[in-house]
Nanobody, 125 residues
Framework: QVQLVESGGGLVQAGDSLRLSCAAS????????MAWFRQAPGKEREFVAA????????TYAASVKGRFTISRDNAKNTVYLQMNSLKPEDTAVYYC??????????????????WGQGTQVTVSS
């Protein structure tokens, strides 16, 4: 069992940076793959980034590649999403998710077993 709590969202201007955190409880955090998804109003929840159990492998959606960085600290049971050069179209509720399989990395929502409650990110133009 893994419980996830996101934090770090807020209101920023276009071009600004923001770092999201996802704190996990449970002894199995270091063995699970983690991901970030986002959902804008009226849209489907979409994949943003994922990282494998040891942090060596990552994958990103094309829309954020080069601007966002996913990382994890297994000693702190936390996964991060560093978001740079934010755009208004990045506005969404951001969710972290855990896949009990440490790898490979999946982009489909159905592949993830646990979800956080989400944190709002709003980027003004």
């Amino acid at each position: 069992q893994v419980q996830l709590v996101e934090s770090g969202g807020g209101l920023v201007q276009a071009g600004d940076s923001l770092r999201l955190s996802c704190a996990a409880s449970g002894r199995t955090f270091s063995s699970v793959a983690m991901a970030w998804f986002r959902q804008a109003p009226g849209k489907e929840r979409e994949f943003v980034a994922a990282i494998n159990w040891n942090g060596i492998s990552t994958t990103y959606a094309a829309s954020v590649k080069g601007r966002f960085t996913i990382s994890r600290d297994n000693a702190k049971n936390t996964v991060y999403l560093q978001m740079n050069s934010l755009k208004p179209e990045d506005t969404a509720v951001y969710y972290c998710a855990a896949n009990q399989k440490g790898e490979p990395l999946y982009r489909a929502k159905i592949s993830y077993d646990y979800w956080g409650q989400g944190t709002q990110v709003t980027v003004s133009s």
